[in-house]
């Protein structure tokens, strides 16, 4: 069965310094997400993408955050200068675009990043 | 703004008994629900959804849920707990437009006991 896969599974990084998060989502998805979930809260929505452009964010996702599908299968988060409050598990996840509301969304195993 | 209420962070129950998980929703419109679960160290895979066709699901696993809209409940059951159904649980809610954002419930972490 076709996943959602995600590298790295363990990412440590010093405050202010960049990361890349990746995500290869399932081959014929057309929509992708990024979801964080900070130790001990819910899990929170990010940003939404399709057709190459950001379809919908959330007030999290500030000037610090940017995603980019840079090739056919890579979907990308990258943390400009990485905060303390960044560390968090991040779920990438994607979904066909065909069903219409209420479809379901597969999601990846997480990266959990630590910014010390 | 739709949003997500789980009623218990834990349940514990013996192996063998019923489970039931509570969910409530508040949504402006007619939702899509969701039930996820994941185990450690796994994603987020999911167990059942509702989305306005029959309002008793069944899932993956021997789960099932109903959606109660008087009660704008969607709490979920199994009538025998197995060891492995220890995990954590979220209840969650599309946003506007079906496409975007799903809003997460709190989760609910379920014990199994032999």
């Known amino acids: 069965e076709p996943e959602v896969t995600q590298t790295p599974s363990h990412q440590v990084t010093q405050m202010g310094q960049e990361v890349i998060l990746r995500c290869v989502p399932i081959s014929n998805h057309l929509y992708f997400y990024w979801y964080r979930q900070i130790l001990g809260q819910k899990v929170e929505f990010l940003v939404s993408?399709?057709?190459?452009?950001?379809?919908?964010k959330s007030e999290i996702f500030d000037d610090q955050f940017s995603v980019e599908r840079p090739d056919g299968s890579n979907f990308t988060l990258k943390i400009r200068s990485t905060k303390l409050e960044d560390s968090a598990m991040y779920f990438c996840?994607?979904?066909?675009?065909?069903?219409?509301?209420?479809?379901?969304?597969?999601f990846g195993p997480g990266t959990r990043l630590l910014v010390l | 703004a739709q949003s997500v209420t789980q009623l218990d962070s834990h349940v514990s129950v013996s192996e063998g008994t019923p489970v039931l998980l509570r969910c409530n929703y508040s949504?402006?419109?007619?939702?899509?629900l969701f039930w996820y679960v994941q185990h450690p160290n796994k994603g987020l895979q999911l167990l059942l959804k509702y989305t306005s066709a029959a309002t008793l699901v069944k899932g993956i696993n021997g789960f099932e849920a109903e959606f109660k809209k008087s009660e704008t409940s969607f709490h979920l059951t199994k009538p025998s707990a197995h060891m492995s159904d220890a995990a954590e649980y979220f209840c969650?809610?599309?946003?506007?437009?079906?496409?975007?954002?799903?809003?997460f419930g709190a989760g609910t972490r379920l014990a199994v006991h032999p």
């Open positions: 969650v809610v599309s946003g506007d437009g079906g496409y975007n954002k799903l809003i």
């Open positions: 996840a994607s979904s066909t675009g065909l069903a219409g509301g209420g479809e379901t969304q597969y």
């Open positions: 993408f399709y057709n190459n452009e950001i379809s919908e």
């Open positions: 949504s402006s419109y007619s939702p899509s």
